[in-house]
T-cell receptor
Framework: DQQVKQNSPSLSVQEGRISILNCDYT??????FLWYKKYPAEGPTFLIS?????DKNEDGRFTVFLNKSAKHLSLHIVPSQPGDSAVYFC????????FGAGTILRVKS | GAVVSQHPSRVICKSGTSVKIECRSL??????MFWYRQFPKQSLMLMAT?????????EQGVEKDKFLINHASLTLSTLTVTSAHPEDSSFYIC????????????FGSGTQLSVL
């Protein structure tokens, strides 16, 4: 049972434009949702999170939106930079983290 | 931020041998450590959760006799893949959480295991 889904395996965006990474979930018991960023040969690093009782959280260029009725969350990166090129994992947290499969973001300069 | 050191980063071994992977929290006390496994283009799948000083809790479908986890101190956890076979080839990654960090896990850099 895939509780967290990232249906787009990859995304390519021009530098300066908005990157939108999407994530869907099926488990209504998640308390938090988190986004992690992963560079090759490195472990994931925490990026931003959102509580299940909120619908938006912003941190600099990164904003996460949560639509509980649709069981959907998205990560917006504005403006996108080449250094943002990485794999992005969304995760739901109830009593443990459950990860999506990741989306490869490529920001072209 | 907190640092988690994992090594080796890559190991190649013969079928039937055992491989130990270490995970250390360098600047905080990791009360809980998690071990994940990732197949190419798939999610990070939780294998087990270990709390310092107690036995690990394994996820359904993970053989505890195959994947031995030891969390003997607040800064070190080890995963031993016993009698490794080619199907155990995978990317293994640890993560740790400590007091006050809540859900913000800190990850090691991962170990790519290849069993010949």
């Amino acid at each position: 049972d895939q509780q967290v889904k990232q249906n787009s395996p990859s995304l390519s965006v021009q530098e300066g434009r908005i990157s939108i990474l999407n994530c869907d979930y099926t488990n209504s018991m998640f308390d938090y949702f988190l986004w992690y960023k992963k560079y090759p040969a490195e472990g994931p690093t925490f990026l931003i999170s959102i509580s299940s009782i909120k619908d938006k959280n912003e941190d600099g260029r990164f904003t996460v939106f949560l639509n509980k009725s649709a069981k959907h969350l998205s990560l917006h990166i504005v403006p996108s930079q080449p250094g943002d090129s990485a794999v992005y994992f969304c995760a739901g947290y109830g009593n443990k983290l459950v990860f999506g499969a990741g989306t490869i973001l490529r920001v072209k300069s | 931020g907190a640092v988690v050191s994992q090594h080796p980063s890559r190991v190649i071994c013969k079928s039937g041998t055992s491989v130990k992977i270490e995970c250390r929290s360098l600047d905080f006390q990791a009360t809980t450590m998690f071990w994940y496994r990732q197949f190419p283009k798939q999610s990070l799948m939780l294998m087990a959760t270990s709390n310092e000083g107690s036995k690990a809790t394994y996820e359904q479908g993970v053989e505890k006799d195959k994947f031995l986890i030891n969390h003997a101190s607040l800064t070190l956890s080890t995963l031993t893949v016993t009698s490794a076979h080619p199907e155990d080839s995978s990317f293994y990654i640890c993560s740790a959480s400590g007091r006050g960090y809540n859900e913000k896990l800190f990850f090691g850099s991962g170990t790519q295991l290849s069993v010949l």
